[in-house]
């Protein structure tokens, strides 16, 4: 991985502009591509880009899928310029323009648009070569995600783990009988994966032209109700029916008496580490077809992660089970030789994690808004304390944004150390360049601002509150919110910031 001094910006793809409720791989990712290149900025960020559910709050980083793409994001324009939709079923796509995505509509609509596109291609007299070499180039998931989506439809969205015993077993005749009978919409959603690939791929060569990496974000576990689960049971901690007997979380702390109960199924990673790690070699293999760089989201569960029994109602009563993380980095590690992953380990961080951050030399992350508690010189998110390994952030998607926490969450405290730090009272209309500033100036290769910061937004705008389950990652930009005179400003630090 390159560790030549840089900076970027992150910003999901559901964020920005467009005409149909929702940000997309259209006009509008290619302007702020070119917006990126005159604010001087050298990478483009976004969060995971799998498939998101109703059902799980809509987040990306809960999803039936770890191979499988976001067709929410898939532009209709672009598909009118493939020919596959018309300019009346454009009007149909369309959404009111609003700041906050209303998911059930974008939903509605983006099912339509995709039936829409296949019919249209479907009556064709020729079929895409390039859709055929998409298939069979990604056969190893792409069949089993298509195949698992079709039934959970079938079966009105109910847990695999309900299906009819040779279909949750995957008995082979039973897979085979499911294929045959919805062959066609199988066929429809490899083709919508196709359409998002296509799309992002399309993209991705346009970032490359103006020379702006990619920086992706996989989250280290996987929902239970997943195709990712049900494929490969033997890779997670269940019962002899497929029942989980251990969930993920994390203990608790200060700001929560009773941890945090994810539910996410615990990996089993003696069968993971005795088949040589295959299946997060190909997790990771695949994600960097389509990003120069990753972040794993929980770093800090390859070195020990929390157990909590399934019968448990909270995370009080898990424990620490020890992961063979250095085992899965050196695989890791001779897959892909630069290893090109950023590790998120903020929160309470043990020696153990930063040991093997270390020893395989992945830059983990600061937050400058994470400074100011109570001795906040000795803070490892204070830039002075920065190490040339890192990445340095104003705050993440997990966070409120900078004018947000300042007029709302700052503690007197915070405001103390910070007339310290800054040696002048901050107003709230420069707080978010202020911040900005220093964390571009540190010492860190990387620093990433938040499109919400470079916009001065306030609480408004925040994209996720952990631990809450509505009203999350519906945020959106308008179209020419982002300024040639904001580009020039951000221009000009990044240059005095040596970036």
Avoid at 360 to 377: C, S
Wanted: charged share 25%; aromatic share 14%; with cysteine.
């Amino acid at each position: 991985m390159k560790h030549a001094r840089s900076s970027g910006m992150l910003c999901h793809i559901s964020s920005l502009p467009s005409s149909y409720g929702i940000g997309d791989l259209g006009p509008e990712a290619y302007k702020f591509v070119d917006w990126l290149k005159q604010a001087g900025q050298r990478y483009w960020q976004v969060l995971p880009l799998n498939p998101t559910d109703n059902s799980q709050g809509n987040s990306p980083y809960s999803s039936c899928s770890a191979f499988g793409f976001n067709t929410l994001l898939i532009s209709p324009e672009r598909l009118y310029r493939d020919g596959l939709l018309t300019n009346q079923d454009l009007a149909q796509c369309a959404i009111e323009v609003a700041s906050s995505i209303i998911f059930d509509d974008v939903y509605a609509r983006k099912a339509w648009m995709l039936d829409r596109a296949y019919s249209i291609y479907n009556s064709r007299c020729f079929k895409s070569r390039a859709f055929e070499e998409f298939c069979h180039a990604n056969h190893s998931w792409l069949e089993d995600h298509a195949l698992f989506v079709v039934l959970k439809n079938h079966f009105n969205q109910v847990s695999w783990v309900s299906w009819p015993v040779a279909l949750r077993d995957r008995h082979p005749d039973a897979l085979q009988e499911a294929a045959l009978s919805m062959k066609d919409q199988i066929e429809r959603e490899k083709f919508a994966q196709f359409l998002f690939y296509r799309q992002w791929m399309g993209l991705q060569e346009y970032c490359s032209r103006k020379d702006i990496g990619l920086i992706g974000d996989i989250p280290i576990y996987v929902n239970y109700d997943s195709v990712d689960v049900w494929r490969a049971p033997q890779f997670f901690k269940l019962d002899g029916s497929k029942q989980q007997t251990s969930v993920a979380g994390v203990p608790p702390d200060y700001f929560s008496k009773e941890g945090q109960r994810w539910g996410n199924p615990v990996y089993d990673w003696q069968k993971l580490q005795a088949d040589g790690f295959l299946w997060w070699i190909a997790r990771v293999r695949h994600n960097l077809e389509f990003f120069d760089i990753v972040r794993i989201d929980h770093f800090r569960a390859f070195a020990q992660c929390w157990e909590i029994p399934a019968s448990e109602p909270t995370a009080v009563k898990g424990k620490w089970c020890d992961v063979p993380g250095e085992a899965l980095f050196l695989a890791l590690g001779k897959a892909f030789p630069e290893l090109p992953i950023i590790a998120e380990d903020l929160g309470i961080i043990t020696p153990d994690v930063d040991a093997l951050k270390d020893k395989f030399k992945l830059p983990g992350m600061r937050v400058l808004m994470f400074a100011f508690h109570n001795e906040y010189k000795k803070s490892r998110d204070l830039p002075e304390n920065y190490v040339p390994l890192s990445v340095a952030y104003t705050g993440t998607h997990d966070n409120n944004t900078i004018r947000g926490w300042f007029a709302e969450d700052i503690t007197d405290v915070e405001k103390k150390n910070m007339l310290e730090y800054f040696g002048r009272e901050v107003k709230a209309d420069e707080i978010t360049w202020v911040m900005m500033d220093r964390v571009l100036r540190s010492k860190s290769f990387l620093s990433i601002v938040p499109v919400q910061d470079i916009l001065g937004a306030g609480a408004e705008a925040r994209m996720n509150k952990p631990s809450t389950t509505k009203g999350n990652w519906r945020w959106r930009f308008r179209s020419k919110a982002l300024t040639p005179k904001m580009a020039a400003r951000l221009a000009a630090l990044t240059v005095e910031s040596g970036r």
